[in-house]
């Protein structure tokens, strides 16, 4: 308040000019609310008002001004021009309704991602994306987890060779990381918790809107635990926490945003598979190969379910060992020391406690049908003091969509990479 002379800087979302006073919508700030700039003639001289009366929506400009005792305009903040200077035309009229009259569609703001960034309900996706990040080291850090950063460019995969990109490593062949889980595993001989944010590559040829090329992940790791129910009350702690925090922080201005977000999570469930079989075929939908994964369908049949009983979100545990890779711990029932995490319908994370014993994780990869041989730096960890440990992946994008109550994960990442956007 007072007469402090403030200078802004920002794109023109929109202007309209009443007789001698004229209104620019500016977007200055990550504060989400655009500001409005109030110009009065009388106030400025004639050079500016000429200049304010012309300028064109998606200008870059600097405005100094006053802010006044007390605000008129509804959308919040207010800034009276005593100065305003053009940085930057426009060349064309923006390929974006930065007005936001106009919605463009999915395929516009991805090929123009930073024009949409101007519009505040779009900008609000990316300002949630950087705080989850934040409760996400929050979270692990208050828990004693070590935030790491393993290789992306890597020898081998954690579950073979057909979903890897290739790439040429001095003449000979790397292969980008699918996931951090050999390495984040080897850690575990030396320190006790681990996290990383990461990003997964993965060479399906994926359509869904849940899948894309190259994602974000979030990898945990512990040691020392007893079984996999104590990585599932460390995740369950992180997805309520974060979910708590963002809708403490921007729950309100996602709402006035018109989004509908999942909110603050309660307790999360912890559904056997055999349990979730039976309540799909319940509701007639035959899961095929039995004691495979979920299908999609079965999935959401499920979600449906669990909505029903007021819950989001939910654990399926103790999958039968054919349905997890390798390092998965076996039980003698033939079932495994394994979970997923899924939100309405949707996995949004896997894990379980590992093999940890030698002997144990050499019969399980030639099970499996994989060469032992390609994992020798791996299994060389497990020969000094590896603790019984397991942990979990959780997909990023896939958090952040549900908690935003979107349904396309291309929505929450800038740039997605899939097999039809590889530009821009
Ligand atoms: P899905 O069955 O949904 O394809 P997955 O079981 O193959 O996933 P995991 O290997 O368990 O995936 O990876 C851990 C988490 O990472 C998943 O639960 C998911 O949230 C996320 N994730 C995996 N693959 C992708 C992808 N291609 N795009 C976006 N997120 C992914
Ligand atoms: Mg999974």
Redesign the pocket.
Known sequence: MGDAVKAVEGWVNNSKVLGRIAFLEVIDDLSLGVLTVVVKRSEVGPETWELVKKIKIGSAVRVEGVEPPEVVSRKGRELHALRVEVLAEPEEPLPVDVTGKTPAGLETRLEYRYVSLRLPAYRAIFVARARLARYTREYFEEKGFLEVHTPKLVGAGAEGGATLFRVDYFGGTAYLSQ?PQLYKQMLMCGVPRVFEITP?F?A?K?DTP????E?W?VDAEMGFIRSHHDVMDILEGYVRHVSQRLDEEMGDELRRLGFRPLGKLGNIPRVTYREAIGIVEERGHRVEGEGG?LDTRAERILGEYMAEQGYDAYFIVDYPWEAKPFYIMREENGLSRSF?LDIRGT????GGQREHRRSVLYSNLVEKGLDPSSFKFYLEAFKYGMPPHGGF???F??LLMKLLGLDN?REVVLFPRDRFHLVP
């Open positions: 996931s997964y993965r399906e994926f849940r899948h894309l090329n994602s992940g994964d997923d996995e949004i994370a896997s992946g959780l997909g994008d896939r994960i």
